[in-house]
């Protein structure tokens, strides 16, 4: 009797893996993002009982509430772009001062009064100027970056905050702030990582200087008027598209792994939830190309790891302008629903890229 128990049991088992296999593969329907725009609601709102609070601003069993609207790009398809550096910027304008032209970032002026810089931010938005209208800001600021830059002039740009900064109510700036975006989806995660680890240094790093492992994402242009700028250029080339489109999980699996991390403890409070993208080391090609993979990423006043407090002492507008940079975001893999750990995962290939999920695999 013994010996048909085995292979009984071993059949059963064949039987299962023979059956139940299919279903494990498809148990979350892979769906468009157009079929996510189409269904998902424009604000996450609920309440949460945390488990554990940081002991100093929020206790144990305390409530957090979540009203955050949820952005989703205006686009048809999501493809894995690949990305490589920017090279320093060449055939400049003669009226444009460099403070930085390499690789890794530039920093330009275009007689921006350098004393102005130290003018605070100001509560309410303002118009300085008749020529550049607080509501207009961000696509003069763009227009004049295209005119005055050239390799600016074949990139997308999603303003993601804006703020007033003046001596007084007549004379001062707008500081604009953008994601590098690609076929229409922002790159936001870039290097989040809170631990460095040396085979992640980008071949520009020396021992004087250490650069980002990965290109990174950010333009921030303080403008006084047309033409009149300084900014911060953060970007990187498209090489090209890996894959046309991707299969995501619909937005209801994602936001149950957002509501874990809240539950646990991770969040004081949201600003928003987006989609966009994060980047990853290419392993075949470290060091020159990384690919862009979709993430659903929120912000506001979070933490990366439960041990740690919150920061509350930190400006709104300081929060603003750092957007999806901070270790502390909270970021979601679109395809499986994994939740990032920017804190504690330091494993040598942490930042590689993982398997691609297409719609072969889920059809």
């Not at 303003?159 to 076929?183: E, K, V």
């Not at 993979?293 to 002492?313: C, E, H, I, Q």
Request: charged content about 25%.
């Amino acid at each position: 009797m013994k010996k048909t128990i085995i292979p009984m049991v071993f059949l059963i088992l064949l039987v299962n893996a023979f059956f139940f296999a299919p279903i494990a593969l498809g148990e979350n329907d892979y769906v468009s993002i157009k079929k996510i725009r189409e269904s998902v609601p424009e604000r996450w709102m609920g309440e949460y009982v945390i488990k554990k609070g940081d002991g100093k601003n929020i206790k144990n069993g305390a409530t957090v509430f979540v009203d955050v609207p949820i952005v989703v790009p205006e686009v048809d398809a999501v493809p894995v772009v690949r990305i490589t550096w920017d090279p320093p910027a060449e055939d400049l304008d003669k009226t444009l001062e460099w403070y930085g032209n390499t690789w890794s970032y530039k920093t330009v002026n275009r007689n921006f009064p350098q004393d102005e810089l130290t003018f605070p931010v100001l509560d309410a938005n303002h118009t300085f100027d008749p020529d550049l209208p607080w509501q207009d800001a961000p696509i003069i600021a763009e227009k004049s970056l295209k005119k005055w830059i050239p390799f600016m002039q074949d990139k997308e740009l999603t303003c993601y905050a804006q703020h007033s900064y003046g001596s007084s109510q007549d004379n001062g700036w707008q500081r604009l702030c953008f994601y590098t975006t690609y076929h229409g989806i922002p790159h936001l995660i870039v290097d989040s990582f809170s631990h460095e680890l040396k085979s992640e240094r980008s071949f520009f790093s020396d021992e004087n200087e250490i650069f980002a492992a990965v290109p990174s994402t950010t333009i921030v242009i303080r403008i006084k008027r047309p033409d009149q700028f300084v900014a911060n250029l953060y970007t990187a080339k498209e090489v090209g598209l890996d894959v046309e489109d991707l299969p995501l999980l619909p937005f209801d699996e994602i936001l149950k792994a957002f509501e874990r991390q809240v539950k646990a403890g991770y969040a004081y409070s949201l600003d928003e939830v987006r989609f966009g993208y994060m980047v990853f080391i290419d392993p075949d090609n470290k060091g020159e190309e990384f690919v862009l993979l979709p993430v659903w990423a929120a912000k506001g006043r979070t933490r990366a790891d439960l041990s740690l407090p919150f920061d509350l002492k930190t400006d709104q507008e300081v929060l603003d302008r750092i957007g999806y940079t901070s270790s502390t975001v909270i970021a979601v893999n679109a395809q499986t629903g994994q939740v990032y750990d920017f804190y504690n995962d330091k494993r040598p290939d942490r930042r590689y890229v993982p398997h691609i999920i297409t719609w072969d695999e889920v059809k």
